[in-house]
């Protein structure tokens, strides 16, 4: 988690601001807030100042708050999109949370606030682990790749001595096929003997 949140609030009542980030420093947060009340104040801050946290209540002037939640749905995927207002029937908490929203939480019970905001948090870093496992995994299976693409076409032109199984290099020098392998692919090899050579006589 950041050091310091930032943390959008679409609220026409400054008092209940203040009410939201009493209840989140109660929570242990350390974060700075910012309050807008128009479409053009909400498209402005998730254009240039992205938040970590959406907090909306249920209706604000000009602003209908499903129609902020699917332009930040759209704009930013990954952040948190919490209503907090006064009240909010069942049908359309359940409209909320099946448009995007992560949660729902009422004004008269503000203490649930603080860990609603951690939950998601600790979700979104969850899913940017997942990314991060998965980019890597990618890469590996295109490093892959890539070690077996060259190897097939190196299989397709080296000269190799019948004799010793040194490989005849583009400069016109010999050197042994681990040498080569270990120059072009990376690949280091070991020492051992296969339980066919245990077996012969020495």
């Keep these: 988690m950041k050091s310091e949140l930032r943390i959008l609030i679409l609220e026409d009542v400054a008092s209940e601001v203040v009410l939201i980030n009493h209840e989140l420093r109660r929570g ?14 909400f498209l402005h801050e998730l254009q240039h ?5 959406i907090l909306s209540d249920h209706g604000l002037p000009g602003l209908d708050t499903f129609q902020a939640l699917a332009v ?27 448009s995007g929203a992560t949660d729902y939480i009422l004004k008269g019970r503000l203490s649930n606030l603080a860990p609603a905001v951690k939950k998601a948090l600790e979700q979104v870093a969850e899913r940017e ?4 496992i998965e980019a890597e995994r990618e890469q590996s299976v295109t490093e892959l790749q890539n070690a077996l693409d060259r190897l097939k076409a190196l299989n397709g032109i080296l000269t190799m001595c019948a004799s010793c199984n040194k490989i005849h290099t583009t400069d016109g020098t010999w050197i042994s096929l681990e040498d080569y392998v270990e120059t072009h692919l990376g690949i280091t090899f070991s020492q051992s003997a296969c339980p066919d050579c245990v077996q012969k006589p020495r």
């Design 28 to 41: 242990g947060f350390t974060f700075r807030s910012k309050r807008v009340e128009t479409e053009e104040d």
């Design 129 to 132: 682990k997942q990314k991060q």
């Design 49 to 53: 100042e992205p938040p970590d946290v």
């Design 72 to 98: 930040a749905r759209k704009k930013c995927p990954d952040v948190p999109f919490i209503f907090v207002t006064g009240s909010m029937g069942e049908e359309r908490a359940v409209e909320a949370l099946k």
